[in-house]
């Protein structure tokens, strides 16, 4: 099966040059999802390139009677962040003009979404699809709009003309995947979100992390608030309803690699979730006791994030994966001063039980910088 492919241009530099982004649609031979796989949106977290370019490889060689839907592909979708340097770091996790992270700036239909309680009421006989069909409808209409303030005489910050292009490429969507790693060294895990938890164990990773809480217009949040917001209006109404839209974020491993492991567990998760959904029909898939898949689950409001107490020199951290107990020492930070004292160590304890799943790359810290996190 051969993608259709299409390059959107994005952003034209002071230079002249052009930076844009490609899109591979594979189109099955029978209707179905819609499912939107994008990575590389913070500049340092490459792995998830690796695992479309795989991806597509491996599409390649199915039919499109294997494929019931379609399936839309953007790798390096943030270009201007991936091409960010600082010598020999890749940082690219914010937009530096604008001060803004470039996984916080999406359009959120949810809080412009004029009288919501309303609309699920005039929706509380008709059919899920009626449903989810008339909603979307509201959502591509209000997002329209936007464009007219982008195509104005006085424009838009070049954040919002981004978010434009990309959430134009996934706004009907029905499975949104945003492949990440951290920015630093990081365990291979996902974020998702309330009533989801029974697609969670298909990406067969080890740990999820349900996002109870929000920083606020990240891609995945963007996507389906809404639809966790309608369904949270049907069931004031008393209508128990669960829509067929999922967001997911993979976090596959560490910053500034392509890490083999994680490649090939995020390349394996998302073929075992699109066979499950009925996507995808490949031979020996899904694997065999995959719906039975063992996890560890956490909540975003229990990650505590560690951060030097003073500056100096990280040493003898725990490391990347292990358990921790409250109480036991996490790092030690060999601290210098300008006072005309010996240097110092100073010690620092677990507040809670947990597991470190992030840890810095960087081991000299200033003061107030993150050294780990715990969940």
């Known amino acids: 099966m051969l993608p259709t492919i299409s390059t959107i241009p994005l952003r034209q530099m002071a230079s002249g040059d052009v930076f844009s982004l490609q899109v591979y649609k594979f189109i099955g031979a029978y209707p179905g999802k819609k499912v939107y796989i994008q990575s590389n949106l913070h500049g340092a977290e490459i792995a998830g390139n690796a695992v479309i370019h795989q991806f597509i490889e491996f599409l390649l060689t199915v039919n499109d009677t294997d494929l019931t839907g379609e399936i839309w592909l953007v790798p390096v979708c943030n270009p201007i962040g991936t091409n960010a340097r600082a010598q020999h770091f890749s940082p690219g996790r914010y937009c530096i003009y ?18 919501l ?12 699809e009626a449903v989810k069909q008339n909603y979307h409808a509201s959502i591509q209409q209000k997002f329209t709009q936007l464009l007219e303030k982008i195509n104005s005489p006085s424009g838009v910050p070049y954040t919002e003309r981004f978010r434009y292009k990309l959430q134009s490429l996934s706004l009907d969507a029905d499975y949104l995947i945003d492949l990440h790693s951290s920015t630093n060294q990081g365990l291979n895990y996902l974020y998702y979100f309330r009533n989801r938890e029974e697609s969670t164990k298909y990406f067969l990773l080890n740990l999820g992390i349900v996002l109870d809480e929000y920083d606020g217009d990240a891609f995945d ?31 596959l491993g560490t910053g500034m690699q392509m890490n083999p492991d994680s490649i090939a567990k995020g390349l394996l998760g998302i073929k075992n979730y699109l066979v499950h959904k009925g996507v995808l029909q490949i031979a020996n898939f899904p694997l065999e006791n995959s719906d039975k898949h063992e996890m560890t689950f956490s909540a975003r409001s229990k990650v505590k994030k560690y951060y030097a107490p003073v500056g100096g020199m990280i040493q003898l951290r725990v490391e990347l994966g292990r358990e921790v107990k409250a109480g036991e020492r996490l790092y030690q930070i060999l601290n210098f001063n300008k006072e005309g004292k010996l240097p110092k160590v100073i010690d620092v304890f677990a507040e809670q039980d947990g597991l470190v799943y992030d840890v810095s790359t960087n081991q000299a810290v200033n003061e107030g910088e993150f050294v780990l996190g715990v969940i």
């Open 117 to 128: 309680a309303a609309f699920a009421k005039s929706q509380l006989h008709l059919d899920l």
């Open 221 to 251: 949040e963007a996507f389906i608030k809404p639809w966790l917001a309608l369904e949270e209006c049907f069931k004031n109404l008393g209508r128990e309803i669960k829509f067929d839209v999922e967001a997911w974020t993979l976090e």
């Open 98 to 115: 604008e001060a803004k992270d470039w996984n916080r700036i999406f359009w959120d239909y949810e809080k412009e979404a004029e009288d």
